[in-house]
């Protein structure tokens, strides 16, 4: 950084863009860099939708909110984003000290003796970190854990997307290196864990522990058909669900220093003293807030006290009390969905995801790839269902060409129809497809999904593997999408919540028809949820109201 730029930066305060624009100015560079490095960072404040004064320059927050950035969305080619990232971080650099995102020059001799040997894939891994090596002067044998360290830290002070990825990259490459030249320096280098997951594994437990659950699991699947009472049978992900809640609260016994092999068997975890300190670990972990999850703990803790260990009414009392003190109250939409429903307040974005599906299937036609093109157009049918059907994702991802999309006759029409046995709730869905949608669909099946689906696939949106596609990769595939051309976050789900936004808006109070769209059991289900939706438009209303009046006040 020039002594001029530094003199204009005030030390004392976390720097924003705007310094760094300021640095740009008094920069001893040619005039056009210093114009280009100023209009980079410019375009990074408007992307992200703020001054550049309210933009942070630290590096590592900056590449993360940039990450969050859809090129396509805002009208720019993936090239000129990648440019602005580049001059971006130019500028960065006359303020603070900055790692290059890649070096350039040439390996040393000590590393390129050894490199011949290893596979392409390696050595793609391992570049930028012997590159990194070459500069510092560090031959392959003088590498150490501080060395990888070093490295990482460098990485975190660039604008690169994905420096964790690309640390633990390096890493296994290094591994694979040992594994294949035998020169290679043997040193142990660990990747730190990025899982949130602490959740412990059954192995963790005695296996007493695991058949009981299984047991429990089997009871409400419907598989022990001699069971002593009557549970409510649920859907297989419901019963993973519990499967997996038993296993997190014994795991939240550990965290506070139970002893797992101790942990035996479900009266194990509902002893009221046990559920006490599991529930403790799981308050604390969420900030100290009663959250509709904890509850949920709680209340299958008490399902298998009462049905399947039949504890004493007493105990069942002490337990009911615990849940109604962990009561939320109303439940509805989560903090997070209500966020990304705002979206959806911007006319342009709502414009934007209304109209996407129509847009992908023309960008696949025109996209020279023709496997590529094949996915844009599946991502358009998927988001075109979503916005017209509301179907669950799992619903989504498993509709059969033979079985799901009913022609009741020769004029044209198409219908959506799944039995109620493969419903979440159990409530059919029968849908007669728009004409619009119908199009859509129809140039799917004749243009693109011959590219995709294997000979005697019949599911609507083919995978790799030959059958459908899993749910996980329809979600990731309509949740890229969407966020790459419009840049909202939009997960399969939302569209249900969106769809029942969008109209109450227009036909406030209307929770009967939302009810019958979304195939909502109880009412209750969906006035729960929604209430509220219609506020944004009402206070829309509002507001153009008084202004009226204002204005008439005005002109008289």
């Known amino acids: 950084m020039s002594s001029q730029s530094a003199s204009r930066v005030n030390p004392n305060r976390v720097l924003t863009l705007a310094d760094v624009i300021l640095a740009v100015r008094t920069a001893d560079l040619p005039a056009r860099r210093r114009q280009e490095i100023a209009a980079a960072l410019r375009t990074v404040a408007r992307a992200l939708r703020k001054p550049p004064d309210c933009v942070s320059a630290n590096p590592r927050r900056l590449a993360d909110a940039m990450n969050e950035v859809a090129p396509r969305a805002i009208g720019m080619s993936l090239g000129r984003w990648a440019n602005v990232r580049s001059l971006t971080r130019a500028g960065l650099a006359l303020v603070q000290p900055m790692s290059p995102g890649r070096h350039i020059i040439p390996l040393a001799p000590a590393w390129k003796a050894s490199w011949k040997q290893l596979p392409r894939p390696v050595k793609i891994a391992l570049l930028r970190f012997a590159r990194f090596c070459t500069v510092r002067g560090i031959e392959p044998w003088a590498v150490t854990e501080a060395t990888f360290e070093t490295f990482r830290v460098h990485l975190d002070a660039t604008l690169l997307k994905s420096p964790g990825k690309i640390y633990a990259a390096a890493v296994r490459a290094w591994r694979a290196a040992q594994a294949v030249v035998d020169s290679w320096p043997r040193i142990d280098i660990t990747i730190p864990s990025r899982r949130k997951d602490w959740t412990l594994s059954w192995s963790h437990f005695p296996e007493s522990l695991r058949q009981d659950c299984a047991a429990w699991c089997n009871r409400i699947a419907g598989q022990d058909l001699l069971a002593d009472d009557c549970v409510r049978v649920v859907r297989p992900g419901t019963v993973a669900h519990r499967e997996r809640q038993i296993?997190?609260?014994?795991?939240?016994?550990?965290?506070?220093?139970?002893?797992?092999?101790?942990?035996?068997?479900?009266?194990?975890?509902?002893?009221?003293?046990?559920?006490?300190?599991?529930?403790?670990?799981?308050?604390?972990?969420?900030?100290?807030?009663?959250?509709?999850?904890?509850?949920?703990?709680?209340?299958?803790?008490?399902?298998?006290?009462?049905?399947?260990?039949?504890?004493?009414?007493?105990?069942i009392a002490r337990m009911t009390t615990i849940m109604r003190r962990l009561d939320i109250g109303k439940r509805g939409l989560t903090q997070t969905n209500r966020s990304r429903l705002r979206q959806l307040d911007d006319p342009q974005n709502k414009a934007a995801l209304l109209g996407l599906p129509a847009r992908l299937i023309e960008l696949a036609a025109r996209n020279p790839r023709p496997y590529a093109g094949a996915l844009q157009a599946q991502a358009a049918v998927a988001i075109e269902i979503s916005t017209m059907c509301q179907l669950r994702v799992g619903n989504l991802a498993k509709l059969d060409l033979d079985r799901h999309l009913i022609r009741p006759g020769f004029a044209g029409g198409l219908h959506l129809v799944i039995e109620p046995e493969d419903v979440k709730n159990a409530e059919p869905i029968d849908r007669p497809l728009l004409p619009e949608s119908i199009a859509l669909i129809e140039r799917y099946l004749t243009e693109f999904r011959p590219r995709l689906a294997a000979p005697g696939c019949t599911a609507l949106f083919p995978g790799r593997g030959g059958g459908a596609k899993s749910i996980n990769a329809l979600r990731d595939l309509i949740t890229r999408t969407v966020h790459r051309y419009t840049g909202m976050r939009v997960h399969p789900h939302l569209f249900r919540h969106a769809a029942a936004k969008l109209y109450l808006e227009v036909s406030p109070g209307q929770y009967e028809n939302v009810r019958r769209a979304l195939a909502h059991r109880s009412i209750t289900t969906t006035v729960t949820f929604y209430t509220g939706s219609e506020v944004a438009a009402a206070v829309r209303h509002f507001d153009e109201t008084i202004l009226k009046l204002r204005k008439e006040a005005s002109a008289k």
């Open 247 to 315: 296993r997190t609260f014994a795991s939240a016994l550990v965290k506070q220093g139970r002893d797992p092999s101790t942990i035996c068997s479900l009266m194990d975890l509902v002893e009221i003293e046990a559920l006490k300190l599991g529930l403790r670990y799981l308050i604390d972990r969420g900030g100290g807030r009663k959250t509709t999850a904890i509850y949920d703990f709680v209340s299958a803790l008490r399902a298998i006290a009462q049905h399947y260990l039949h504890v004493d009414q007493a105990h």
